[in-house]
Structures are given as C-alpha cells and as structure tokens.
C-alpha cells in the first residue's frame, strides 16, 4: 500500500455497467467503460487507502493495488459491496441496470421460435440508496455519481436528498459533450454546501481532485 493521507481507511469504490441475463448469451445494460470509476480507484489507492474494487463487466481493466471483486449483475454487485463493509467512505461510480430480466431463459431463446419474446422486467435494488439510508454500518461519507442529459445541478440535487448520500459527483452526458467513453470529464459536485462545478479535465484529473477531498474529510 502507499503511503498517504488515507492509509488505515477502507474506501469501496463501484465501478463499470452491470449485465441482466435476457438469457444464457444476451443480457441488458447501461453503457459505461468504467474508466472514471477506475481512476478513482487508483487515486484513492496512490493515497495510501485500502480500497475494494467491486466492478462489472467494464472495458478498461482494473487498477493495481486494490482489492478487485468482479460482479455481473446489480443484485451480485449489491451482495459484493455488503460483504466489503465495514468502510470509511464509498463511492459509488457503478452504472447500474435499473431493471433486471424478471424471465431471463435458462437456455438461449431461440429465434425462430413462435413470434418475438416478451421480456418482463423487475426492479434492481439500488446500491446507493440502499447504503446511504442505512443505519449501522453507513460508510461516514457516502459518494454517488449522477449522469444526466438535462437540468444537472438540478436534477443531481434532488437525487442527493432523494438518495441519501453527502454528496453527488453531477456530469453531463449530452451526446454533444464526448464524454460518455471519453476521457474527459465537466463534473458538478453536490455537497450540502450547494454545487461546485469544476472545470473540464481528464477523467484522472477529476478522480485525484475528488480523491484530495475525500482525504480531507476522512483522513
Ligand atoms: O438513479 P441513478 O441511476 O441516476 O443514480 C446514479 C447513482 O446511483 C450512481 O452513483 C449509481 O452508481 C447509483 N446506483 C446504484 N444502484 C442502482 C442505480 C444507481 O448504486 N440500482
């Protein structure tokens, strides 16, 4: 581990899209490249902290020196970070399916079966909100990411008391910022301070700036 103002601290950290099975070989998700969530583990352990990785199927590979625990689907991803508390801080940069497939085939829906399939959806557990309200056992700082298209600061400051968590790390996503896959990122975060938009920077610059922060609250 390195050295640094979070050594002793154990930070959780989700991270990458998650898979809901439609069946043995097609499933749903968000799209996500895990990068930011990534970066933010990395900072995190080049500041000295202990740091559970709890990622999907992402398309960049995890960072070096943390603890990496691979997930699949939003209910294994929620189990995964149950079985990581307790944490000083956890950051949840997952993004994760809403919906799972309620019946998802055992075996490979055949396409020439009788007419299209009909999927029936069910609710995913949300990871956030579920470990934010929690009574014993909250992390102290509890970080979530909001991706929105519209009314950022807005919409991200509704979902930060709708969640539960101290703050929200807000992004535009508009297909006209590049920043889905890219390596970029225009964040806003929500504190119960209020909104602090910092300027465009690589998606390693946000994660060390945020990581600096979270040392200053929790070291
Ligand atoms: O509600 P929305 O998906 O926009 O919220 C985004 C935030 O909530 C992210 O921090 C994401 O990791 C988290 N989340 C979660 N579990 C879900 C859905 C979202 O942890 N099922």
């Known amino acids: 581990l390195a050295d640094g103002p979070l050594q002793g601290k154990h930070i959780l950290v989700t991270s ?20 930011q969530g990534t970066a933010i583990a990395r900072a995190l352990a080049g500041l000295g ?5 709890v990622t999907g199927p992402a398309d960049v590979p995890p960072p070096e020196g943390v603890h ?15 079985a990581a508390r307790p944490a000083d801080a956890a950051v949840f940069a997952a993004a994760v399916a809403d919906w799972r497939v309620a019946n998802a ?21 949300d990871i956030l909100a579920t470990v934010s309200q929690m009574g ?20 991200a400051t509704a979902k930060r008391l ?15 910022t590049g920043i889905m896959g890219g390596t970029e ?15 465009r920077m690589t998606k390693d610059a946000v994660a060390a700036q945020l990581a600096q922060r979270i040392a200053q609250v929790i070291a």
């Open 16 to 35: 990458g899209p998650t898979h809901e099975p439609i069946d043995p070989v097609r499933y749903i998700a968000n799209r996500s490249s895990g990068a």
């Open 49 to 53: 902290a202990d740091v559970t990785f």
């Open 68 to 82: 990496v625990v691979r997930v699949q689907t939003a209910a294994q991803m929620l189990a995964a970070v149950q």
């Open 105 to 125: 085939g055992q075996s490979k829906i055949k396409k020439d079966a009788a007419g299209l399939p009909h999927l029936a959806f069910a609710e995913n557990p």
């Open 136 to 155: 014993a056992g909250r992390p102290p700082l509890v970080v979530g990411f909001a991706a929105e298209t519209d009314d950022v600061i807005a919409n």
């Open 162 to 176: 709708r969640k539960g968590c101290d703050w929200i790390v807000a992004n535009d996503v508009s297909p006209a």
């Open 185 to 199: 990122n225009a964040v806003t975060l929500i504190t119960d301070q209020g909104a602090e938009s910092w300027p």
